[in-house]
Each structure stands twice: as structure tokens, then as C-alpha cells.
């Protein structure tokens, strides 16, 4: 199965990677890389790339900067780093969600632009805020268990965006449900597709990793723009492997919709409508 849904998102991406793939950039930037930004802007440089960088023991400016600072003032710039990230991260989360739904619509060989992107994001963005909110609240919660079951609960909830998408009546919290209905029993298969895309993930995170070995800073005049290169080069490897990732996702989807019967089973209390004919622009 995980052959098939792969060749058949990649038939839908034909002629299509190049403008997706500046979708993919774009919607990464803006999720993940203005948190970033605004990190760096706020917050003590030098003390965020001791805090995030595990080989800046081997800088000679490392013990000036751990004695500088208390182990307080470590716990809470760890503190205000993670609020003020996961806080962006829930603020900016719809424009990712948007592009999923964009890469929904190019497996379905429906026609996209690049400002149906855009037009998504001003129409549902409070409801996509409202979403993450809860999404991650209930997988912080789960992961609170010894964190497997929040990793469980995130393929439980892995079709809650998509859901979303094709019913726009339906609330944050009742697409979670679905989700969870939906994937019931199916987990194991989400995460057969998944780990079928491990030598994918294993090449990104090991242009991550030459990225992080100090070669741009000492090619660089400045660390900030090191930063600024290698975090651009990061989010270009990132967008590509999650532009393939997400489009086999969202081929999953289509087959489990297509073959549920939506009348015979518990999500008939909110019908969802017909996929193919009702689609939300």
C-alpha cells in the first residue's frame, strides 16, 4: 500500500515540485522561521546558541558565557524560550495547515495557486489558531504519560487538518474526534508510511547536522548571518522532504475517506459532505 499512495502522490506532484516547493518554503518560513527570528531579536544571543548548541563547550567563548549567567537565569531563559516558541508556532500554525490543505487539493488534481494559500489562511485562521491550540494541548497532556502516548495520540490526530478542510462547520475539537475515529485501528499503518520515508528523514537530518558544524560561521563575517544561511538552507531541505511527506499524507487521507463508509459509522452525528464535490476555497 505504502508503494502505491507514493507513486500516486508523485503522479499528482508531476510538473507541479517546483511551484510546491516555493509553497513549502514560504509556509516553513513563516511557521517555523519567524518564531526563530523573533527569538534571536529578544533573547540574549550568545546565550540562546549555548542554550540550543551542544558543541559550544569547544568554544573559547563558553566559559565566559557560563559564568555570566546563573543556573536561574538558564532555567528561565529556557522557560520564556519555549513559551514565546510554542506561542509563535500556535500563532503562525495555519499558514502550515493551508499548505497542507493546497497539497490536499493537488492530490485531488484540483487546480491551485499560489493565493489560494493566502485566501485559506484569511478565512480560517482564527479557527486553525483555536485548532493547534487544542491539538497540542491534548498531545501535551498525553506526552505527560511517560511520552509515548502523546506520540500515539499524534497519529491519532494526524488527519484532524484535513478534516478541517473538507467541513468547514465541523469545531476544532469535533475534527480531533473524528480523527481519532477515523484512524482507529489504522495507527499502525500511518506509521508503517511514515517510517517508510526514514532514509528521507535520515538525509535531511544529516544536512542539518553538516550545517551545524561550524562551517558557516567561520566562513561567515557575522553569526548572524550564519544564522541566516544555514537556517535557509535547512528550511530548503525541510520543505522538499515535507512536500513529498505531506502529499502521500494527504493521499492517506483520500483512500481512508473513500473507504469509509461515512453512514454506517459514528461520524454520521455530523455528516462529513462529499469529498469530490465540495470543496472550500
Given at each position: 500500500?505504502?508503494?502505491?499512495?507514493?507513486?500516486?502522490?508523485?503522479?499528482?506532484?508531476?510538473?507541479?515540485?517546483?511551484?510546491?516547493?516555493?509553497?513549502?518554503?514560504?509556509?516553513?518560513?513563516?511557521?517555523?522561521?519567524?518564531?526563530?527570528?523573533?527569538?534571536?531579536?529578544?533573547?540574549?544571543?550568545?546565550?540562546?546558541?549555548m542554550l540550543i548548541n551542544s558543541d559550544l563547550?569547544?568554544?573559547?567563548?563558553?566559559?565566559?558565557?557560563?559564568?555570566?549567567?546563573?543556573?536561574?537565569?538558564?532555567?528561565?531563559?529556557?522557560?520564556?524560550?519555549?513559551?514565546?516558541?510554542?506561542?509563535?508556532?500556535?500563532?503562525?500554525?495555519?499558514?502550515?495547515?493551508?499548505?497542507?490543505?493546497?497539497?490536499?487539493?493537488?492530490?485531488?488534481?484540483?487546480?491551485?495557486?499560489?493565493?489560494?494559500?493566502?485566501?485559506?489562511?484569511?478565512?480560517?485562521?482564527?479557527?486553525?489558531?483555536?485548532?493547534?491550540?487544542?491539538?497540542?494541548?491534548?498531545?501535551?497532556?498525553?506526552?505527560?504519560?511517560?511520552?509515548?502516548?502523546?506520540?500515539?495520540?499524534?497519529?491519532?490526530?494526524?488527519?484532524?487538518?484535513?478534516?478541517?478542510?473538507?467541513?468547514?462547520?465541523?469545531?476544532?475539537?469535533?475534527?480531533?474526534?473524528?480523527?481519532?475515529?477515523?484512524?482507529?485501528?489504522?495507527?499502525?499503518?500511518?506509521?508503517?508510511?511514515?517510517?517508510?520515508?526514514?532514509?528521507?528523514?535520515?538525509?535531511?537530518?544529516?544536512?542539518?547536522?553538516?550545517?551545524?558544524?561550524?562551517?558557516?560561521?567561520?566562513?561567515?563575517?557575522?553569526?548572524?548571518?550564519?544564522?541566516?544561511?544555514?537556517?535557509?538552507?535547512?528550511?530548503?531541505?525541510?520543505?522538499?522532504?515535507?512536500?513529498?511527506?505531506?502529499?502521500?499524507?494527504?493521499?492517506?487521507?483520500?483512500?481512508?475517506?473513500?473507504?469509509?463508509?461515512?453512514?454506517?459509522?459514528?461520524?454520521?452525528?455530523?455528516?462529513?459532505?462529499?469529498?469530490?464535490?465540495?470543496?472550500?476555497?
Amino acid at each position: 500500500m505504502n508503494k502505491t499512495l507514493k507513486k500516486q502522490a508523485l503522479d499528482a506532484l508531476n510538473e507541479k515540485w517546483s511551484f510546491l516547493f516555493l509553497c513549502s518554503l514560504l509556509a516553513r518560513i513563516i511557521t517555523f522561521g519567524l518564531p526563530i527570528i523573533i527569538i534571536y531579536h529578544f533573547f540574549d544571543l550568545n546565550l540562546v546558541s549555548m542554550l540550543i548548541n551542544s558543541d559550544l563547550e569547544n568554544n573559547e567563548h563558553s566559559i565566559s558565557i557560563e559564568m555570566k549567567y546563573s543556573f536561574y537565569e538558564y532555567i528561565w531563559t529556557i522557560t520564556k524560550l519555549m513559551l514565546t516558541f510554542a506561542f509563535c508556532i500556535v500563532l503562525l500554525s495555519p499558514f502550515w495547515t493551508c499548505y497542507k490543505w493546497l497539497l490536499l487539493d493537488t492530490v485531488r488534481n484540483n487546480r491551485v495557486t499560489f493565493a489560494d494559500l493566502f485566501i485559506q489562511v484569511k478565512k480560517n485562521y482564527f479557527r486553525l489558531v483555536r485548532f493547534y491550540f487544542l491539538y497540542w494541548f491534548y498531545i501535551l497532556c498525553w506526552s505527560c504519560l511517560f511520552i509515548i502516548p502523546g506520540y500515539i495520540k499524534m497519529h491519532s490526530y494526524a488527519l484532524a487538518p484535513f478534516l478541517l478542510r473538507d467541513n468547514k462547520q465541523i469545531s476544532a475539537n469535533e475534527a480531533i474526534s473524528k480523527s481519532r475515529e477515523l484512524m482507529d485501528g489504522k495507527k499502525v499503518n500511518l506509521l508503517s508510511l511514515a517510517v517508510s520515508f526514514f532514509g528521507w528523514y535520515l538525509l535531511m537530518r544529516i544536512l542539518i547536522k553538516l550545517n551545524n558544524m561550524h562551517l558557516f560561521p567561520m566562513l561567515m563575517p557575522s553569526i548572524l548571518l550564519a544564522i541566516i544561511v544555514t537556517c535557509f538552507l535547512v528550511f530548503c531541505a525541510t520543505s522538499l522532504f515535507y512536500l513529498y511527506f505531506f502529499a502521500v499524507i494527504a493521499k492517506y487521507y483520500d483512500e481512508i475517506i473513500n473507504s469509509t463508509d461515512i453512514n454506517s459509522s459514528p461520524l454520521n452525528k455530523n455528516k462529513l459532505p462529499d469529498i469530490q464535490n465540495n470543496i472550500i476555497i
